[in-house]
């Protein structure tokens, strides 16, 4: 019998039946059973714990308490001896500014306000009509009236705790009141020294439940949840024979809750004692024990639910994938390396798909660069050709070029005409230093040299109408600079800013050294540029794609020789108004002859 149902169910039915068997008789039916073992015990260990829990915590809130009120007490015991503030009572003072400047001689109060964190205020009510500050409080005869000074006075020094009413902002504070007598023993007024509720916050906040701190069993101070404060304590037993603690069952709130309340007097408090009791709500408490005994059959019987479903979608994904993975493979064995479909994933077979791509781009690489390498071979035979072409023009020309205009300023100097030799000779010197220069930094200085040939020959040219001033910082003289650069900055000024004016035109070159670069400035008085004509030129700069017109080489071209030169932060900036003039400024960085 067993051999037959053995071999039917291994046989006979389908994978699938096979693992919802297996998966019914080995998992879930041994997990509905410890689960519910597990959830019943659960809900009795959870009310046992958290009683533990709240007498635990009930135990350590009384501790801090006790802390907070003993240092109300020291304060009230050190102010109670304090001879500044009696003497600032007792005195007598001719003027209201006598009495200004005894408030400011002795700060009674500060120092405790300053560095007592229990203390939210202290406040003096005095019996002698003097001015009232924050602190210092005349007691009319309202205030005299009122319960707790009359307690403070009838107790004569001693101590006492009370709920009362902050004079000056009306809000119910717990206080501790005390009656201070002067030398000759008269009555100098009445103390309250108010517990910070801030503190008494702090005390409690990370209390799960509910934490209630009660006065005399008459009056709840403070209220974790600020619900119940100024009322009184329902929940407690009503004048209990002795300071034990305790544990009751209460209804409170229209709910059952188990009341775990702590004793205790604070130091030199002869009547006055507070209650700390925490309410447990029981319904509360079980509910997630209770929330767990349901949702934990309902896991399971949805795991199981589930369990079906993902062994579906595991067969359907899996066959879907290895289809896709075969297909890309024909692909590839077809000569098309470019993969399209992806399998997600991180298994074997999304592994076996990434090392397929990786084969395939390898490939892929190898034939583009087999490819670009022959473009670039064929374009490096192009150029290599116009370069020696060029080279071989460039031994003639520069010679020739020389050599002629050696000879003009010879014939000007035989002729006695020596303007036109030093045009000659610092367009000789221009011409070289062009041609000799490569496309690598030079030092700053020789490119200074160069824009003076050229104004120098410009200022002949123009005569009285053109002058020009260069303004350069000795240690900016340091450092190189790619050439051609400011030149054709100058140029662009003279020829399209100063050539056009009637008056006489000017030329302002500045360079100045900043932390790590260098600002240069080419300024000049011509007739401006039009807004939106600036406008076109300021994007024409930025725009990777326009070219300069003819063969000048214009604003556009500086600007991205400076970006390829020094990076995309540095750059050339341009700032015109129409009929004043126009400023460039060129941004560099520097760069010495240890950085070539």
Do not use: C
């Not at 002629?404 to 100097?413: D, N, P, Q, S, W």
């Amino acid at each position: 019998m067993w051999k037959k149902i053995s071999t039917t169910f291994m046989d006979h039915l389908k994978v699938k039946h096979k693992l919802l068997g297996i998966y019914l008789i080995v998992t879930a039916i041994p997990i509905l059973m410890v689960g519910a073992y597990l959830n019943y015990g659960t809900r009795e260990i959870v009310l046992k714990n958290s009683i533990s829990e709240a007498e635990s915590n009930v135990d350590k809130l009384e501790l801090r308490l006790q802390t907070i009120f003993n240092r109300v007490t020291s304060i009230a015991d050190m102010l109670y001896i304090n001879q500044n503030m009696k003497e600032l009572l007792e005195n007598e003072y001719a003027s209201t500014l006598d009495v200004y400047n005894a408030y400011n001689r002795y700060p009674v109060f500060d120092d405790f306000l300053k560095y007592y964190d229990e203390v939210d205020t202290i406040q003096f009510f005095m019996t002698k009509d003097m001015i009232t500050d924050s602190n210092f409080i005349y007691a009319d005869s309202m205030i005299k009236q009122e319960a707790w000074y009359q307690e403070a006075v009838s107790k004569r020094g001693k101590l006492t705790w009370v709920y009362m009413t902050e004079h000056w902002t009306g809000n119910q504070r717990l206080a501790l009141t005390r009656a201070v007598y002067g030398q000759s023993n008269d009555l100098l007024g009445v103390l309250a020294i108010y517990v910070s509720p801030d503190m008494l916050k702090s005390v409690v906040e990370a209390e799960l439940h509910q934490v209630f701190i009660t006065l005399d069993h008459e009056i709840i101070v403070f209220d974790s949840k600020r619900q119940h404060i100024g009322e009184k304590p329902s929940f407690l037993v009503e004048q209990p024979t002795n300071l034990e603690n305790y544990v009751i069952d209460r209804e409170f709130n229209s709910e059952q809750v188990k009341v775990n309340v702590h004793h205790f007097r604070p130091d030199k408090s002869l009547e006055s004692t507070f209650q700390v009791s925490t309410l447990i709500p029981i319904e509360e408490v079980m509910e997630e024990p209770n929330q767990i005994f349901s949702r934990g059959f309902l896991v399971i019987v949805g795991a199981l639910s589930i369990s079906i479903v993902l062994i579906g979608v595991f067969i359907r994904s899996f066959h879907k994938r290895i289809q896709k993975l075969r297909r890309t493979m024909y692909q590839v064995a077809k000569g098309n390396f470019q993969m399209k479909q992806e399998v997600g994933g991180n298994d074997e077979i999304s592994e076996v798909y990434r090392d397929l791509a990786t084969t395939s781009q390898s490939v892929q690489r190898i034939i583009d660069e087999v490819y670009i390498h022959k473009i670039k071979e064929e374009t490096w035979k192009r150029k290599q050709k116009e370069m020696d072409f060029k080279m071989l023009a460039s031994q003639i020309n520069p010679h020739f070029l020389y050599n002629t205009l050696e000879m003009i300023r010879m014939k000007a100097v035989l002729n006695k005409d020596p303007e036109v030799a030093k045009i000659v000779k610092m367009l000789s010197k221009m011409m070289r230093s062009a041609l000799e220069r490569t496309d690598r930094p030079v030092p700053i200085t020789e490119e200074i040299e160069v824009i003076t040939h050229y104004l120098e020959i410009q200022k002949l040219r123009f005569g009285d109408k053109f002058t020009y001033q260069m303004e350069i910082e000795e240690d900016a003289k340091a450092y190189h600079i790619f050439p051609l650069l400011i030149q054709p900055i100058v140029e662009n000024a003279i020829i399209h800013g100063l050539e056009q004016k009637e008056e006489a035109g000017f030329i302002h070159i500045k360079m100045i050294e900043e932390d790590k670069s260098i600002l240069i400035e080419v300024k000049d008085n011509g007739i401006g540029i039009p807004r939106d004509t600036l406008k076109e030129i300021q994007k024409n700069m930025v725009n990777n794609n326009y070219h300069s017109e003819g063969s000048r080489i214009g604003l556009h071209n500086v600007h991205q020789r400076l970006r390829l030169y020094y990076g995309e932060k540095y750059g050339l900036q341009m700032d015109s108004i129409e009929g004043l003039g126009t400023t460039m400024m060129i941004k560099i960085p520097k760069i010495t002859s240890n950085h070539l």
